[in-house]
C-alpha cells in the first residue's frame, strides 16, 4: 500500500506549507509545490502525481484553470484535481466549472475539509461517488490502481501489484507480492470495474491476476501464482484457460 | 250665303264630339283601374292606362307602344291599340286613330266605344257614310247605355251625317229621335246643339219659318248657360238670321252681343290663363318652398350628424382620458409601492450597514485593547495572562472574521453574485469539518458537541451553502448555550426524498415572538434587542435564503431556558 502523491500549485508560501503540513500529517506523499503555471507542468510531467491542488489565482491571473485546461486536453494524463479559491466570484466559476470534474474547496478551509475535499476530487474523477464516505465501500478503483480509504487518508495499491483477490461477504481481501489487506467492497462491483482480461474469477470468491500465473495444474484444480500462493480453481470457471496463450 | 250656313254646321259639329269625351270616360276609367291590378306585373300597361286616364296623350301613345312590342296577350293588345286609337282622335290624327282602332278585335268589352270613335274619326274625315255605318252598328246594341254611350249622341251624330249628306229626311228624323230623349234629360249643351242642328237642317233648306224658331230656342237656351261661346255661338246664329231676314238692326244688336259673348270669351280666356299662370306660379314658388325646406332639411341632418359624431368623439376622448388616468393612477401606486419596498430595502441596507459598522468596529476595538493589554503584560511577563488574553483575541477575531464571511456571502446572495451548485454532500462529514472551527469555542465553553448523524446520508445539496447554514446555527447555538451545555445534530430520513437536519442546544432558549420574528419572511434583519449577545440577525436571514435556494425548509422550536431546536430538511441525492 502506498500513500498517495498530491501536487501542490499554490503562489502563497503559507498556505502551502500549510497544506504541506495537513497533507504529511495525514499520510500524504507531497509531490512538488509549484508556484506558477510552468513549474506546475514541469512537475506534473517529471513527479508521479495521483491528485492535484489548484490555487485559481496565481500572482492574481486565473493561472489554475488554465493549467486545469491543460491537462484536461491530454487523454489518459489528466488526474483528480481540487480548485482552491478564496472568492465565489460567479464568472470565475463559470470558467472554471468547465473542466470537468470539477471540485473545489473555499478558502480558509480546516483539515478536515482539505482531506473531504481530496476523496471528492477522486471519487468524481473516477466516477464512483459516494464511496468513501459511506459504510458499505471504501475503494476506488481506476485504470492503474485502488484507491482505498484508511482511516483519515487514502492509499493506494498498484493493480499490477495484486495476486489475488479473496472475496468475503463485503469485504475482500487484497493479496500482493508484499503484503495482504483487506478492503470493503462488493465482489459484483469489484469485478465489474477490474479489467476483465486481466483479472478472472477462479472460483466463487477468488480473483486472480492472470499476468502472476505461473502455473496451472488442471489435475489439481490448482493455480500457482508467483511468490508460490496456491489457488483453487473451479470447475465451473475453468473456461478462462481456452483464452490463455498456452506455451507447450 | 251657304258657305256661312256650313260654316256654322261646322261649328255645331263639334261641339257633341267634344261633350262624348267627359262622359263615358267614368265608366271606362273603373275598368282600367280593375284591369291594371289584374295585370300588375305589365309596367307598360299599367302606365299606358294611367297616362290615359290623366289624359296625358304623348306619354299613353309610348307605353302602349311598348306595351305591343313585348306583349302578345289579345286583351291586352285590345286596350293598348284603343288606348292609342283614342290619343291619336285627340291628336287629331284621325287617319291613324282609325287604323289603330280597325285593329281592335271584335271580342272586346268597349267595342261599341271602338264603334263610336271609328264614327267620329270618319265625320272628322268627312267620311260620312262610312260614320252612318259606324252608327247604325251602335244604334242596334241595347245595352248602350251602360257602356257610357248615349244614344242621343248617337242619334244626333247620325241626323249630322245625313245632314251633310243632305239626306234631310233623315236628318230630321234622328235629329228629333235624339231631341226627344233629350228633352227628357233637359242637358242643356246638347240641348243647344240639337236646337241648332236642327235649326240648321230646316235652314239649309230654306224653311226658314221651321228654322227661326230652333235658333230662337237655342238663343233661349243659351241665355241660361255661363258658357260665353255657347252664347256667342248663339248670338251669331241669330245674327245671321236676322241678316238673311234682312232686319240689319236686329242683326246688328245680335252682332254686337256675339263680339260682346267673344269678348268676354276672350277675357275668360286671359282670367283662365292668368289663373293658370298664377297657378303655376304658386306651384314654383311651393316648389322652391320646398326646396328650401329639402335644403334646411339636409342642414339639420348634416349638423344632427356633426353633432351625433362629435358627441361620440367627445365620449371617446372622455373614455380615454379615464383610461389614461387610471393607467396613471395604477403606475402611480405601483411606484408608491415599488418605492416603499425599496426604501424598506434601503433601510434595511442601511440599518444593516450601521450594525455592521458598529459590530465591526467594536470588535477591531476590543481587539485594539485586547492587544495593548497584551502588550503590558508581555512586559510585566505574567504569562497566565498571556494566554487568556490570546484566547480572547483569537474569539474576538473569530467572530469578526465569521460576521464579515456572513456579509460576504449576504452580499454576493443579493447580487446573485454567488455560485450555487448542487452535488452530492456527505452530511456526517460536513458536520465534523464545521465542528472542528468550532472546537476551541466548544471547549472553552465545555460544551459537549455530538455529531449522532448516520454515515450514509447524502444530502443534495450546495455544499458551501449547507456549511454557511450549519456554521451560523452551531454559532448561534454556542452563543446562547451556558457552560456545560450541549449540542447535538442529528438526521432523520423523513423520506424517500427529504431529510431532516436538527440541531439541538440546552441553552437559554426563546420565546414565541423572537420565533416569529426569525421566521418572519421579510428583507428586514430582526431588530437588534439591547442584550449585548443578540447579533445583527443577518445570520439568520442569510440561513433562511441559503435554505430556500436548497429547496430546503426551515422551522425553530424552543423553550425558554431549556434549549432550541432548529429544524431543516434538505432534499436527499436519489
Known sequence: MDNINVLIIEDTLE????????????????????????DALKLFYEKPVDI??????????????????????????????????????RQIFERAKLTRPFSFLMKPFNELEILYALEMA????????????????????????????????????????????????????????????????????????????????????????????EEIILADNLIILKGNHKINLSDTYKDFIKKMNILS | MLIIR?????????????????????????????????????????????????????????SSMKQLNINKNKELADYCHFFRGYSFIEKKLFKEAKFELNLISKKFTFYSLVNKNLGDASIELKEFEKAIIYFKKIEKLKSLNQQGLKISLIYQNLGICHLHLNDFIKAEE?????????????????????????????????????????????????????????????????????????????????????????????????????????????????????KVLEVENELKNAQRNTLFFSAIGLLLILTGGVYLYAQKVKNGKTILRQKNKLDELNATKDQLFSIVSHDLRSSVNALKNSNSKLSATLENKNYDELNHLIIQNSSIANG??????????????????????????????????????????????????????????????????????????????????????????????????????????????????????????????????????????????????????NSGTFNIESELNKGTKMILTFPKTK
Not at chain 2, 206 to 216: C, G, T, V
Not at chain 2, 487 to 502: G, K, R, Y
Open chain 1, 122 to 213: 477522486v471519487e468524481k474523477f473516477y466516477e464512483q461517488t459516494n464511496v468513501f464516505l459511506s459504510e458499505e465501500q471504501n475503494t476506488v478503483i481506476s485504470n492503474d490502481s485502488l484507491f482505498i480509504k484508511k482511516k483519515n487518508s487514502l492509499k493506494k495499491v498498484a493493480l499490477e501489484d495484486i495476486l489475488y483477490i479473496e472475496v468475503e461477504e463485503r469485504y475482500c481481501n487484497i493479496i500482493t507480492e508484499k503484503e495482504k489487506f483487506v478492503i470493503l467492497i462488493s465482489l459484483t462491483k469489484i469485478s465489474d470495474l477490474l479489467d476483465k482480461n486481466k483479472f478472472i474469477k477462479t472460483h466463487r470468491n477468488t480473483i486472480v491476476n492472470t499476468d502472476k500465473i
Open chain 1, 52 to 89: 492535484i491542488i489548484i490555487d485559481v489565482f496565481l500572482d492574481g491571473k486565473p493561472d489554475g484553470i488554465t493549467f486545469a485546461e491543460s491537462i484536461n486536453i491530454i487523454p489518459h494524463a489528466s488526474k483528480p484535481f481540487v480548485f482552491l479559491t478564496s472568492s465565489q466570484d
Open chain 1, 15 to 38: 498556505q502551502s506549507d500549510e497544506l504541506v503540513k495537513v497533507l504529511l500529517d495525514n499520510n500524504y506523499n507531497v509531490a512538488g509545490v509549484a508556484a506558477n503555471y510552468t
Open chain 2, 400 to 549: 469578526t472574521y465569521s460576521l464579515l464571511d456572513n456579509l460576504l456571502h449576504w452580499a454576493l446572495l443579493q447580487t446573485k453574485q454567488l455560485y450555487f451548485h448542487k452535488e452530492s454532500v456527505h452530511l456526517y462529514s460536513v458536520v465534523q469539518q464545521i465542528e472542528y472551527n468550532y472546537k476551541p469555542l466548544l471547549l472553552d465553553k465545555s460544551i459537549t458537541f455530538e455529531n449522532s448523524v448516520s454515515k450514509n446520508i447524502f444530502l443534495f445539496v450546495d455544499l458551501d451553502s449547507l456549511k454557511i447554514v450549519f456554521r451560523n446555527l452551531l454559532d448561534n447555538a454556542i452563543k446562547f448555550s451556558n457552560e456545560n451545555g450541549q449540542i447535538t445534530f442529528s438526521a432523520n430520513e423523513t423520506d424517500s426524498d427529504f431529510c431532516q437536519v436538527i440541531i439541538q442546544d440546552t441553552g437559554i432558549g426563546m420565546n414565541e415572538n423572537t420565533i416569529k420574528e426569525l421566521l418572519y419572511e421579510g428583507e428586514l434583519l430582526a431588530k437588534k434587542g439591547n442584550s449585548e449577545i443578540i447579533g445583527t440577525g443577518l445570520g439568520l436571514q442569510l440561513c433562511k435564503q441559503m435554505i430556500k435556494k
Open chain 2, 6 to 62: 256650313f260654316f256654322l254646321n261646322l261649328l255645331i259639329v263639334c261641339s257633341p264630339f267634344l261633350l262624348f269625351s267627359q262622359s263615358s270616360n267614368k265608366q271606362l276609367n273603373e275598368v282600367l283601374k280593375k284591369k291594371e291590378i289584374e295585370f300588375k306585373n305589365e309596367l307598360n300597361f299599367s302606365k299606358a292606362s294611367n297616362f290615359f286616364i290623366k289624359k296625358n296623350w304623348d306619354s299613353t301613345l309610348v
Open chain 2, 174 to 290: 234622328y235629329l228629333f229621335k235624339s231631341l226627344e230623349i233629350l228633352e227628357i234629360e233637359k242637358d242643356i249643351i246638347n240641348l243647344f246643339c240639337i236646337y241648332n242642328d236642327i235649326a240648321n237642317l230646316y235652314y239649309i233648306q230654306y224653311k226658314d219659318q221651321q228654322a227661326i224658331p230652333y235658333f230662337e230656342k237655342a238663343y233661349d237656351l243659351s241665355k241660361k248657360t255661363v258658357d260665353f261661346d255657347i252664347k256667342r255661338k248663339a248670338s251669331l246664329n241669330m245674327s245671321v238670321v236676322e241678316e238673311n231676314k234682312g232686319n240689319f238692326k236686329k242683326a246688328l244688336f245680335y252682332r254686337k252681343e256675339s263680339a260682346q259673348w267673344k269678348d268676354s270669351l276672350n277675357n275668360q280666356s286671359k282670367i283662365w290663363a292668368l289663373a293658370d299662370y298664377e297657378k303655376k306660379f304658386a306651384v314654383a314658388q311651393k316648389q322652391k318652398q320646398i
